[in-house]
């Protein structure tokens, strides 16, 4: 059955994962940019980096039928120091009109500090000033909670359409504050941090399968990029019918994603 | 009692589920007694394993929405930003979580 994972790292994924993902169905992916698991030692480090995005990762896609997608930013984890992050941000706008950019992301917190915060803010402003879609990081574990309740607050500050933001890696004691703000959620499949796919499945039994969608955020850590389609087996077990995989992989990402003009994923 | 909205029957669920939640629960043990036969001990002091063993009493209270609860015991409850990120790992438990 066709499927969009809305949130992988493919830079750090194998050409052989995206042979099983399109054997599974996989049908667009989209790739926000992240922490490398080290620290750049300069923003044209970036700069490559958006070129892989929007250059490399596309073609490598396509020779497997699947479309590439991305999202750019400064990652939170890297947005300690003001100065970097400020460099790096003044990169993006040369980048935002390629054509597989669908926004600004994984912008968000990590620690939950008062540099990571203010980084955050000017991001929401590029994203407000060219009018693209949010895709927000949520904090790790013990920093999730109040990381999620910052985030939130800062982007009502900006007066951002919640809409147009998809706050992603919500957990039980976030997914309320994120779905009643408007926002979209997202969930990720972690083998151990984050959700199951069962954990993922209670979730929208209970909470509805309107605005929000799944993904594997399979990166260079513990992380299964084929998490989705195990999910869908999930649904199956539970009687769940085709209905249910096609509106929280395809139908509802679709609709966030589809705000953003350049994305057709099924063209 | 919660709101019945999974889509199983009870006796369902035990079936679809109680064999992966029944090695679950040993591997906790295990994890537990693998604490005890440590050389030398301290583990146990571990704001982390205390987190650990306040939220094992939620399982069995009865209140429900047990995943949100303990997710909750586990967190960060402060508000404020905090002055520098010194670290970009998290540990799985509040350091408040320990008081």
Redesign the interface.
């Known amino acids: 059955m066709p499927y969009i994972d809305p949130h992988i790292h493919m830079v750090s994924r194998t050409t052989d994962d995206y042979a099983r993902m399109a054997e599974a169905g996989c049908i667009a992916v989209t790739e926000p940019a992240f922490w490398a698991g080290f620290d750049r030692s300069s923003p044209a480090g970036f700069f490559d980096y958006f070129r892989q995005l929007t250059e490399v990762e596309p073609k490598r896609a396509a020779r497997y039928g699947i479309a590439h997608y991305c999202w750019l930013c400064i990652n939170p984890k890297e947005a300690e120091d003001l100065g970097f992050a400020r460099e790096v941000m003044a990169l993006i706008p040369e980048f935002l009109d390629r054509s597989n950019v669908l926004g600004i992301g994984e912008i968000g917190l990590n620690k939950n500090s008062r540099n990571e915060l203010q980084i955050l803010e000017e991001q929401i402003e590029i994203a407000k000033r060219f009018d693209r879609l949010i895709l927000v990081h949520t904090p790790h574990l013990e920093d999730k909670l109040k990381g999620t309740r910052l985030i939130i607050d800062a982007l009502k500050n900006a007066r951002i359409d919640p809409g147009r933001v998809l706050i992603d890696h919500v957990e039980e004691h976030t997914v309320t504050a994120v779905l009643d703000g408007g926002f979209w959620a997202g969930m990720t499949l972690y083998p151990d941090s984050k959700l199951t796919p069962q954990r993922a499945v209670d979730i929208i039994e209970c909470y509805g399968r309107e605005r929000i969608w799944i993904n594997s955020a399979g990166d260079w850590g513990h992380s299964d990029p084929l998490s989705v389609p195990r999910c869908h087996v999930e649904m199956r077990r539970r009687g769940y019918g085709p209905d249910l995989v096609a509106k929280i992989s395809l139908e509802n990402p679709i609709q966030f994603l589809g705000q953003c003009p350049g994305f057709r994923p099924t063209s | 009692m919660a709101?019945p909205?999974?889509?199983?029957t009870g006796p369902q669920v035990v079936d679809?589920?109680f064999m992966e939640h029944r090695a679950k629960l040993l591997d906790l043990a295990a994890f537990l007694d693998r604490l005890d036969r440590a050389s030398p001990p301290g583990g146990q002091d571990d704001l982390r394993v205390r987190a650990l063993q306040l939220a094992i009493p939620l399982l069995l209270d009865g209140a429900g929405?047990r995943?949100?609860r303990i997710?909750?015991l586990?967190?960060?409850?402060?508000?404020e930003?905090?002055?520098?990120?010194?670290?970009?790992?998290?540990?799985?438990?509040?350091a408040a979580?320990d008081s």
């Open positions: 709101d909205t999974c889509s199983l679809l589920y929405n995943t949100r997710l909750e586990l967190s960060d409850h402060s508000s930003p905090i002055a520098a990120a010194h670290s970009q790992g998290a540990l799985g438990a509040a979580t």
